[in-house]
């Protein structure tokens, strides 16, 4: 594709233009030219009548031999003899002209034949002419200027061809118009096309660029164009603080550290390192946002290291697997990972001490045991992953700051009141929490705290449960040391006016009452027509056993 800016050592590129046919359209007759500049090619349509208006201007302007357009006809003029004869006619018009301007076309011809989108000077022109009368009250309005790489193109090539800035002898359209208003601009977005741009073959994805002639960039948007053809980039560094490249890199690297192919090994300036290192980097020292999503990123590579005020980065919509690295961002609050290929968050909370808002939607996540440690979490969307267990929810459930949270789209989402079930993770602070993006009711409150109440009741018989396994095995254990000792007890006969003394047994049983109890007085559905009894000498096993289950059953 670099061919067609110009030929060897700064040589034109051969110019033809074809007319290849005609279309009918309603009652007048289209003829379709293909123009060529070196391996460029684009598609023109005109009808006769638009040539007639060219060669009018031309002959004005440009002094051309009048006779030089084939006349006009006013009968039979879409008959199929004439139509081929006036195509042959034109196609000799047309390349007449070409050869005539050999170097810059005049401004009417250059619109005719498309040169103003297509070709190198053509665009350049152009572009100088715009910026001329636009350039000022742009740059006063401090609005975003959209450029095509196809216009970043051609003017590297013409400052590469080192060819007079005016070539055509029209002041407007001096290349100087284009490089002061460079220089001074501070809002860019180059936006590319995914395929061929407008009629043409030119692929604007394979065009290389310089940036280097914007010097006061604050914020830049690139997109479809290739990320290792992007030149000048980095001289932005001083000034850039907001940077968005999508659909053009295949790593961060090629635009964080595009020298870094050239060195062996090297590090990021003010870092000390005990390896030789052959380059000392800059940082991109007033970069706070960068997003570089929708790429072909499969690493968070150690060029991060170059961005160490960053606090929002947007990687999603890549093939992203592991979170690494990011350990040296300290002032990063917002991560967008949504969208790529993470299957696990082990340790993640060693790389994300700060993060406020994370996007982890559409991954491929189960399991969510990486998060419980991330204090300062806010929002967090877990949508589109794997998730299937309510318990994984636990992990996030103690997150004292959490205010937000997305897990719609995930198998857990189906299961029968999964809202209510998800909120009672949260514990006390189910009320502060949003799920998917809907306000918690009241009614929602109201369930959690039933299913709250039955969690501890749960709490409760567990407990019980294991009392009262110990208690078996301290009975066997008592049991066979009796057994064993009987023969040196002497029986007394026990008098009926003393109390009998309880067996532990009792006595811990009617603790986990009091318990039970306790709890219930805790959770205000205490009958007012029960009384536990602090000890429970004269209840025996059998009694204090059922108050317990009874109690259990009521707060069930």
Request: glycine share 6%; hydrophobic share 35%; proline share 4%.
């Amino acid at each position: 594709m670099e061919a067609a800016a110009g030929g060897e050592d700064g040589e034109e590129p051969p110019r033809e233009a074809r007319v290849l046919g005609s279309e009918l359209v309603e009652t007048y007759t289209v003829y379709i030219i293909q123009v060529s500049v070196g391996s460029h090619q684009w598609t023109v349509k005109h009808r006769y009548s638009d040539f007639h208006d060219l060669h009018e201007k031309l002959v004005s302007e440009k002094k051309i031999d009048k006779n030089l357009l084939p006349p006009k006809k006013i009968i039979g003029k879409n008959s199929k003899s004439l139509v081929e004869k006036r195509q042959k006619e034109l196609e000799v018009y047309l390349q007449t002209l070409l050869v005539k301007f050999p170097v810059t076309a005049p401004k009417v011809l250059s619109h005719f034949l498309h040169f103003d989108l297509y070709e190198i000077n053509g665009i350049t022109a152009a572009l100088a002419e715009e910026l001329f009368h636009k350039g000022e009250q742009l740059l006063m309005a401090g609005e975003v200027f959209t450029i095509r790489p196809l216009q970043l193109y051609a003017v590297t090539q013409q400052l590469l061809q080192g060819k007079p800035s005016c070539a055509n002898g029209d002041a407007k359209t001096d290349l100087g118009h284009i490089l002061d208003f460079t220089c001074r601009l501070k809002y860019l977005k180059v936006s590319g096309t995914g395929g061929p741009f407008g009629t043409s073959n030119i692929q604007e994805h394979l065009l290389p660029f310089d940036l280097s002639i914007f010097k006061s960039l604050h914020q830049i948007e690139i997109s479809h164009c290739g990320g290792k053809l992007i030149k000048g980039l980095t001289s932005s560094k001083h000034a850039l603080a907001t940077m968005s490249v999508r659909f053009s890199a295949m790593s961060m690297k090629e635009i964080l550290v595009p020298e870094a192919s050239e060195f062996d090994q090297w590090e990021p300036e003010g870092e000390t390192s005990s390896c030789p290192v052959t380059a000392v980097i800059p940082t991109w020292r007033t970069l706070t946002t960068l997003d570089m999503s929708h790429n072909s990123i499969s690493q968070i590579d150690d060029s991060v290291k170059l961005i160490p005020k960053i606090e929002f980065l947007d990687l999603s919509h890549n093939g992203v697997s592991l979170v690494e690295n990011l350990q040296h961002l300290y002032n990063l609050v917002h991560l967008d990972l949504s969208y790529n290929k993470l299957t696990s968050l082990e340790g993640v909370h060693t790389k994300l001490g700060n993060i406020k808002t994370l996007n982890l939607a559409g991954n491929q996540l189960e399991r969510l045991c990486g998060l419980n440690k991330l204090y300062s979490l806010v929002n967090l969307d877990l949508s589109n992953n794997k998730i299937e267990q309510i318990d994984e929810v636990k992990n996030i459930g103690n997150l004292p700051c959490l205010e937000k949270v997305v897990l719609s789209s995930n198998p857990l989402s189906i299961i029968p009141d999964y809202r209510t079930k998800v909120l009672a993770q949260f514990g006390d602070r189910a009320s502060e929490v949003c799920l998917d993006n809907t306000v918690t009711t009241e009614k929602e409150l109201d369930t959690v705290e039933v299913l709250k109440a039955i969690q501890k009741a749960k709490e409760v018989k567990y407990k019980l449960s294991n009392s009262d396994k110990k208690i078996s095995e301290d009975s066997r254990l008592t049991a066979a040391s009796s057994k064993s000792n009987c023969s040196s007890l002497t029986v007394r006969p026990s008098s009926p006016s003393l109390p009998r003394p309880v067996s532990s047994s009792q006595e811990i049983i009617c603790e986990e009452t009091v318990l039970a109890s306790s709890f219930l007085q805790s959770s205000g559905s205490t009958p007012t027509d029960h009384t536990v009894p602090q000890r429970c000498f004269e209840i025996p096993n059998s009694r204090c056993k059922n108050l317990v289950i009874a109690i259990l059953l009521f707060i069930l």
